[in-house]
């Protein structure tokens, strides 16, 4: 089982001033523990309720984050969980992926989703389509993706957005390109477009164990619909351990042994108190050298 951290809080001791070096040493200890992966979310606002925070607490820009993290790191895989379709055009998204791959070293995910978060939208001034216009650019987006990486140059029109001749100048050092993530489990669009476009999908652990199966179950009917091989489709679960909290280690291998039961191979953890780093310590101790066989 793989183990991934996603940082989707940026309120720590010290203000504004203390994110550059409490990120550093989180991602610092992250790869020095073994984790596999570092995510951060695409949000200007923060979650209302996450952590207990305001939707005023601070917040950082998802790809301008992760070039700062793949200069610090050498090893871990870097991603958005998930880029919302809104909020950058499908043709400037696909620049800064191919940016962050080549800088990173080929580390990067393609992490994305219809976005759903109405109130930041409207409150920074970003059109927020219908719910089936934002599936709609989702698909553009996908397409877009697999046209552009699958040469060095591409002429594409989709429903919505259109790239008379976009270039894949560097080209990506992911073989054959970074992984295609989809976030969300609706059964008709999002799990369907997993089977058709995608590498990878997140399902976040809030849908219960029984939702979590039901939304596994339901990729494998839309791949075997489509003809894909269901076990080429990397499946990542979501979510929150507090170790200083109500959360224990031996909860937290339980957790993730029901995940790989069920088929996860990528676990993705919250932690309300990394910046302590004394979770990420205890990861590295007990946790993910006991479910590294799993």
Excluded at 11 to 21: E, H, L
Excluded at 154 to 182: C, D, E, V
Aim: hydrophobic share 40%.
């Amino acid at each position: 089982m793989n183990i991934g951290l996603q940082i989707p809080s940026f309120k720590y001791p010290g203000g504004a001033s203390a994110i550059r070096p409490v990120l550093k040493e989180i991602v610092a200890a992250a790869e020095k523990a073994g984790f596999y992966s570092l995510w951060v979310m695409d949000h200007y606002y923060q979650i209302k309720g996450l952590f207990g925070e305001a939707y005023t607490d601070p917040m950082m820009e998802a790809y301008t984050t992760l070039g700062y993290l793949a200069g610090l790191t050498e090893k871990a895989y870097l991603g958005v969980l998930v880029a919302g379709v809104i909020y950058r055009h499908p043709s400037v998204l696909m620049k800064m992926v191919n940016t962050l791959d080549i800088l990173s070293g080929g580390r990067a995910y393609f992490g994305i989703g219809a976005a759903w978060y109405e109130e930041e939208a409207k409150g920074y001034g970003i059109p927020y389509p219908s719910t089936a216009e934002r599936f709609e650019w989702l698909e553009d987006n996908l397409k877009l993706a697999k046209a552009l990486w699958a040469s060095d140059e591409t002429a594409f029109q989709g429903k919505h957005f259109s790239a008379p001749a976009i270039t894949n100048n560097p080209r990506p050092l992911s073989n054959p390109h970074p992984r295609i993530m989809i976030g969300g489990t609706g059964p008709k669009k999002t799990l369907r477009m997993v089977a058709q476009y995608a590498d990878a999908c997140n399902i976040g652990d809030w849908e219960g164990t029984e939702g979590m199966q039901k939304a596994l179950d339901t990729l494998k009917e839309h791949c075997q619909a489509l003809g894909r091989d269901y076990n080429t489709v990397e499946k990542t679960s979501l979510s929150t351990v507090h170790l200083s909290g109500k959360d224990t280690v031996e909860g937290t291998i339980g957790r993730i042994k029901e995940f790989s039961r069920m088929g996860f191979t990528h676990a993705i953890f919250n932690m309300p108190d990394v910046y302590t780093i004394t979770p990420l310590e205890t990861f590295a101790k007990e946790i993910i050298p006991a479910v590294a066989d799993l």
